[in-house]
């Protein structure tokens, strides 16, 4: 039984411009000169309880324009929405109850007040009950460390400890879906650690749905199991993660830092490797996965002199979506 | 239900933090009733009273006039408009319709929480000044509870057009002139400062025609029991009227903006 369901989505944008004053107003809700951008293009999916999708697409894809539509704050242009049977922008409300949903860019904390009030706030709002907050509230504090900043503004807070209460904030009325949009995004290691295991838990304990936007490859791979990737508004894969990385991620490039001064890299490129390019005093070598593993290039670098550093760069999702062009899948949905 | 009272806590909290405000505003409303008493006993001082379109008003009666309206300029003061205009374009309403709350009800109960600050810290200290100062008229408690009425109708129906014309932020990239568009309207046709009494009868009319005078110089009527039981009657209906219009039409803005609402970024 699919929890969300998504059939031939499209949003278009009608941009034109806003003019200034009443008379501008009124022109303005009577004019057609318009640009129409197709933010999201005829989008199909289902998605089980208990699932984790990794949504991912580059930068302006419509990630975002889709979760605004699955939580009912912007209506789509064409297309079906239907989240437990309701439609989202028709019972926005009654949608809400079901959601949890974090927009990374923004808070949906009060500004002024503490995150203390504002949890107790939501409280009242989702009606929960008295023991199911203190309960999450004492599991918040322990995975995510949010008593750290209880007691303080929200104003006050560095864009990681935001985060963390922000997607407190979002799961305190045990919702049964959680979407995140771009939820590590401008994050420290550390903090984008606990994120991701507090979202493991989450969906492990409560068997919440999650829908995770991001263009984190890290993220994807830590947490989801079955991904969609669009770009332009238009659907490019949806599937395992792993068939993904098979056919499309490959190719990486690992950098290396040595202190001795190799002239001949002849024997690399007999070994499969495909690139290979000069930065300073680091070497930049991109190979196939398939013919060759790091390993291998390491230990060859490490019979031609001392290896100060070296660091594997996996594989990108821009890289991913610029060869999906390049090599289209057939049948792949 | 409890949950929107919380919002009118919260608003009369944070506020709290912001005293030092407070102190001033109370200033700049005395000194602006001051003004405004010292201009009436200049007109009126030398015959003690004034003849009007309705009967002859004595000074004590503009006194308590200015008072009044001074009273009523601080329940109802608010930055709906700014504040639409705000969540609009910055689109971080996006982050108040992802909440199980009716969106208008929040803003009301905010503004609520507001007014009760207000009534309390600028209000009360300011009406007590004036009383002090110059005296007032009491009407009678019918008189009184018929007040009490038209005033809680006029800050309706001015926190409905505060919501409307917020709203046409969905349309226009600025507000701010309309908020004040709407403060000189209310300026001239709602009897803030002048009672419609020394109008001229054109305007009068005209003024008939705008929901304005419902929010100051109808309910200070009825305080100053310038006007008989039956014209009460038909002040409160006029009042319901215009509710109910204006409802009507923030309900039907209100859908056709969500229906075109793009929430810019992110
Ligand atoms: N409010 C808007 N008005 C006009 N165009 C928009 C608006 N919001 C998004 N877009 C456009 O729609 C496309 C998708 O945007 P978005 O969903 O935010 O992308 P993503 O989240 O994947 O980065 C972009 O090209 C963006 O410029
Ligand atoms: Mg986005």
């Known amino acids: 039984m699919s929890i969300i369901k998504v059939k031939n989505l499209s949003k278009e944008f009608h941009i034109r411009k806003r003019e200034d004053g009443l008379v501008g107003a009124f022109k303005g809700m009577f004019s057609n000169e318009k640009i129409i951008k197709k933010a999201v293009n005829n989008i199909s999916f289902e998605i089980s309880k208990g699932e984790i999708i990794g949504y991912l697409g580059p930068n302006g894809a419509g990630k975002s324009t889709t979760i605004k539509m699955l939580s009912g704050i912007l209506v789509p242009s064409s297309g079906l929405v239907e989240i437990k049977g309701l439609i989202p922008y028709e019972n926005r409300i009654e949608n809400a109850r079901n959601l949890g949903v974090v927009f990374g860019q923004r808070t949906q904390l009060w500004w002024d007040i503490p995150i203390s009030e504002s949890f107790s706030l939501l409280r009242h709002m989702y009606k929960i009950p008295t023991t199911k907050y203190k309960k999450n509230i004492e599991m918040f504090s322990e995975i995510l460390g949010i008593s750290e900043f209880y007691n303080v503004a929200v104003r006050q807070l560095s864009l990681g400890q935001r985060m963390r209460a922000d997607l407190c904030a979002s799961l305190l009325h045990n919702p049964e879906i959680l979407f995140l949009d771009e939820p590590t995004i401008g994050l420290d290691v550390v903090v984008k650690e606990k994120i991701r295991n507090f979202i493991k838990e989450i969906n492990k304990s409560r068997k919440t749905t999650v829908i995770l936007t991001t263009h984190d490859m890290e993220d994807i791979e830590k947490l989801a199991s079955r991904v969609i990737v669009i770009d332009q508004g238009s659907m490019m894969y949806d599937g395992k993660l792993d068939r993904l990385k098979n056919i499309y991620g490959t190719e990486e490039v690992i950098e290396v830092e040595i202190e001795s001064n190799i002239k001949n890299f002849d024997k690399l490129y007999k070994m499969g490797v495909k690139e290979i390019n000069h930065k300073k005093n680091k070497i930049l070598i991109k190979y196939n996965k398939e013919y060759i593993n790091s390993a291998t290039i390491i230990g060859w670098f490490m019979k031609q002199g001392k290896v100060n550093d070296f660091l594997v760069h996996g594989i990108n999702i821009d890289e991913v979506i610029r060869k999906m062009y390049e090599k289209p899948m057939k049948n792949f949905m | ?266």
């Open chain 2, 1 to 266: 239900m409890i949950c929107y009272l919380q919002f009118a806590k919260n608003v009369f909290q944070s506020k709290l933090a912001y005293r030092m405000n407070v102190f001033l505003s109370i200033l700049h409303r005395i000194a602006t009733l001051f003004v405004e008493v010292s201009i009436w006993s200049a007109i009126i001082s030398q015959t003690g009273e004034i003849s009007t379109e309705m009967g002859m008003i004595s000074l004590k009666e503009m006194v308590s006039y200015a008072i009044l309206s001074t009273g009523i300029s601080i329940i109802i003061s608010s930055n709906t408009i700014l504040e639409f205009e705000d969540k609009i374009r910055t689109g971080q309403i996006a982050m108040d319709l992802i909440k199980p709350m009716k969106f208008k009800l929040y803003l009301f109960f905010e503004n609520l929480g507001n007014n009760l600050f207000r009534i309390i810290f600028e209000l009360i200290p300011v009406v007590i000044v004036g009383i002090l100062c110059f005296g007032i008229d009491t009407p009678s408690r019918e008189y009184a509870f018929f007040f009490l009425i038209a005033l809680i109708n006029g800050m309706i129906i001015y926190f409905i057009l505060t919501c409307i014309l917020g709203q046409l932020s969905f349309w226009l990239l600025t507000v701010w002139h309309l908020d004040k568009l709407l403060n000189d309207m209310l300026k001239i046709f709602s009897g803030r400062f002048i009672p419609l009494w020394f109008f001229p009868k054109i305007f009068i009319i005209i003024s008939a025609f705008l929901p304005f005078r419902l929010i100051y110089f109808s309910p200070m009527s009825i305080y100053l029991e310038k006007v008989s039981k039956i014209e009460i009657g038909n002040i409160l209906i006029q009042q319901i009227g215009w509710i109910l219009i204006l409802f009507i039409l923030d309900t039907i803005l209100w859908k056709k903006g969500i229906n075109k609402l793009v929430v810019q970024g992110g």
